[in-house]
């Protein structure tokens, strides 16, 4: 679930962080498309490695499938957080209910996927509260969550519980890029961008890179 945010206000917000924040941060390397860019964070990351995917906004299942079938650690974990009823307010020129799936799971027949169903308030919490999750795993978190409340919302909460992780947004001009950049105001935290996928117009459309939670320092006093 999520709350309204005005589009005007993100629009802005997406705009200034771009310009500002985004741009000295670009990485040098551009994937051609999606699928590269995935390839690249599993070859970075390691095809062996004991790996806890997280995916927020599942829809399908298409890209948490492959992911799957990318990372082969009998040991690793993949964890698909959705309500699957759809976006909960109108985003873009998406309305409300778009990318529903009427309740239904992905059908994806390998014992090291699971779903988390439900709005990202009720079950984020409830997931690192519980005893099975995974510290000594690498962290994959995909944020497909495409509405600016709910990106913010899972960045600020996973800060509290994984202090490491590499990430992937998969609708980062927008929404998504607003959401880090109000983010990284208020939390410390290291952030490095290793690959993108741009638009036709340049604009930074998928990304990868890494995040680690820091010390607050200011003026050299923490």
């Known amino acids: 679930m999520a709350t309204h945010t005005e589009g005007g206000l993100v629009a802005l917000t997406s705009e200034h962080a771009y310009e500002s924040w985004y741009l000295p941060r670009r990485p040098a390397h551009v994937a051609s498309k999606k699928l590269d860019l995935h390839d690249y964070a599993a070859s970075h990351i390691g095809f062996g490695a004991n790996l806890q995917y997280l995916e ?43 990318f529903s799936t009427d309740g239904n799971l992905p059908d994806i027949p390998d014992p090291r996927v699971e779903f988390k169903k439900g709005w990202f308030q009720n079950t ?4 690192f509260l519980s005893p099975v999750t995974d510290s000594d795993k690498i962290t994959l978190v995909h944020f497909d969550a495409d509405l600016y409340s709910s990106t913010l919302f899972l960045l600020s909460s996973l800060w ?26 208020a939390y410390p935290v290291d952030i490095e961008f290793y690959t993108r996928v741009d638009t036709p117009k340049g604009l930074p459309e998928q990304i990868f890179g890494r995040m680690r939670a820091t010390r607050l320092v200011v003026d050299g006093i923490d």
């Open 56 to 98: 927020f906004g599942v829809a399908r299942g298409t890209t948490l499938r492959r992911f799957a079938s990318i990372f082969m650690n009998p040991a690793a974990r993949f964890v698909g957080f959705d309500s699957f009823m759809g976006l909960p307010e109108n985003w873009n020129n998406m309305e409300k209910g778009a």
């Open 160 to 185: 509290w519980h994984v202090p490491d992780y590499f990430f992937i947004f998969d609708e980062f001009i927008g929404h998504e890029l607003a959401a880090l950049r109000n983010f990284v105001s």
């Open 124 to 127: 984020v919490r409830e997931f």
